[in-house]
């Protein structure tokens, strides 16, 4: 499904916090956002998503979702409330709970999830005897269970360790290439916006305009070979010079405050 963002503007009450955001997303394409806090990223995901009704703009869908999709927008946080008392398989049968199901469909679909996701020999087990990076798996399994056309992922990652963080890397990008959804990615790292996606979204300071798009030149199937490191270092220095300064301001500001 292709995304087209057109003019979209939120106020919070008295304070703008997006202004005209134009964006068209292709079908099956990662961009991540990233920007200075409170520039408005969760709020444009909410917007996406049709939690939030933008004050002004649109969003408009080309195509429909693909037949097994049972919810075409799905979210991905860096906290799920896992129930802890429920198994790893139960956790992202959950997802599943409000759809007519047969019963061998929901098997198959959490089978499935689990699988893309690392989790098969995990399944009966409980969130407490998983570490955190497992624990987020089953987040992402939970989101993957419905096939969205469109995940939009809120800095998914940020609760993590670096390392862990790094495996999850790893796995996305392999989860990536196994499903077919169209994705928005929010993230304060910049290691992760050029590793991860096709195209970045740079955004001002608030109110969120958009500052600058960047494409990375190295197809995200190929992004673990030795040659496309050096891309993704370019890609990682261009993002951070386009932030620097804003950044700077940002964190004097939250001094202040
Ligand atoms: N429900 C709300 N009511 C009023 N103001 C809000 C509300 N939600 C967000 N804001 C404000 O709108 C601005 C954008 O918030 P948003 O959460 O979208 O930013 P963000 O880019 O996701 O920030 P962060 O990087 O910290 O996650 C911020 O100034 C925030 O304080
Ligand atoms: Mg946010």
């Known amino acids: 499904m292709d995304l087209r963002l057109d003019g979209i503007t939120h106020h919070y009450d008295g304070l ?10 292709r079908d099956g394409e990662t961009v991540a956002i990233i920007g200075p806090s409170g520039c408005g990223k969760s709020t444009l995901l909410g917007i996406v998503g049709g939690l939030l009704k933008p004050t002004s703009g649109r969003v408009e869908t080309i195509g429909a979702p693909r037949a097994d999709s049972l919810n075409p927008f799905t979210y991905i ?5 896992l129930l802890p008392w429920r198994s790893v398989a139960a956790n992202v049968a959950l997802a599943l709970e409000h759809h007519k199901l047969p019963r061998a469909e929901r098997h198959d679909r959490v089978q499935a999830a689990l699988d893309l996701t ?5 399944a009966t087990a409980l969130p407490k005897q998983l570490s955190g990076g497992m624990r ?5 399994a939970r989101a993957l269970v419905v096939r969205p056309a469109v995940l939009l992922l809120d800095e998914p990652l940020s609760a ?3 390392q862990t963080r790094e495996l999850l890397m790893e796995d996305l990008l392999a989860i990536w290439a196994r499903e077919r959804s169209t ?3 929010v993230t304060h790292n910049l290691d992760e916006a050029a590793r991860l996606a096709d195209r970045v979204v740079v955004l001002s300071r608030r109110p969120g305009r958009l500052r600058e798009i ?3 030149d190295v197809p995200v199937a190929e992004r673990t070979g030795p040659s496309a490191q050096a891309v993704i270092a370019g890609v990682r220095d261009r993002l951070w010079m386009l932030i620097r300064d804003e950044a700077r301001d940002a964190e004097r500001e939250v001094q202040h405050a």
């Open 77 to 81: 946080f860096q906290d799920f409330a």
């Open 214 to 216: 960047v494409t990375i």
């Open 16 to 25: 703008l916090a997006l202004d005209s955001i134009d964006l068209a997303v």
């Open 118 to 122: 690392g989790l098969s020999d995990f």
């Open 160 to 162: 993590l360790d670096a």
């Open 183 to 185: 994705r928005l990615y």
């Open 136 to 140: 987020q798996r089953v987040g992402i």
